[in-house]
């Protein structure tokens, strides 16, 4: 069996090709058959950062959140169990359907939905919105797109946590996934919204990988 990052980078590429560079999403989930863990990037548990800022920052029960490109459902669970009336949605069929079946009757709205065309009862919508490596593995335009879409999501006096892989500003690397530098994610300040929190940090492999863990509110 070949390596999966490498299958998953040729896959990408394929479909890139095609002029469909979000395409694969769902050949690769569907390729899993139902099996989470062949989803190899998935934790299958909630991010720990996620879980402190949420618990350090409760809200009153029923407030919105919004999970972007939901995957496998971990962090939409957490966000539910915390009080939150959750979205969670993902360009992939098949990607919603493992949520789906993994967490039967759960209250959380699993949505096969598009960032760049979703409901537009969504638009400033929600008083939480959680967005971890979805903007990464994008590419070219989709990128600044993403990051735009995923900021206008956030109602107003709402927050947008951002989770992502990091690299130095002047690191043009184009290895797939493409990390974010301190300008890109500066995106979410252009886009309107004020930086409340921001941690730069080394995760726990073998190599370590950096990362950034960001908080912003759109304060009207």
Known sequence: MGNPKTETIRLAETYAAKGDPDGWFEEFYDRAGGDINRVYWA????NPLLLDW?????????RRAVVVGCGLGDDAEALRERGYSVVGFDISPSAIDMCRRRYPGSSVEYVTADLF???ASWRRGFDLVYECNTIQILTGANRV???????????PGGEVVVSCRSRAIDDHSQTFPIALDRHEIDGFVRAGLTETHFL????????????????????V
Do not use: K, M, N, T
């Open 200 to 219: 730069a940090y080394d995760d726990h492999q073998d190599p370590p990988v950096p990362h950034f863990f960001a908080v912003y509110r759109r304060l």
């Open 43 to 46: 934790d299958l548990e909630p």
């Open 145 to 155: 797109r993403a990051l735009s879409a995923i900021a206008e999501l956030v109602a």
């Open 54 to 62: 949420v618990d350090a920052h409760p809200v009153p029960a029923g």
């Open 117 to 119: 065309d979703h409901p």
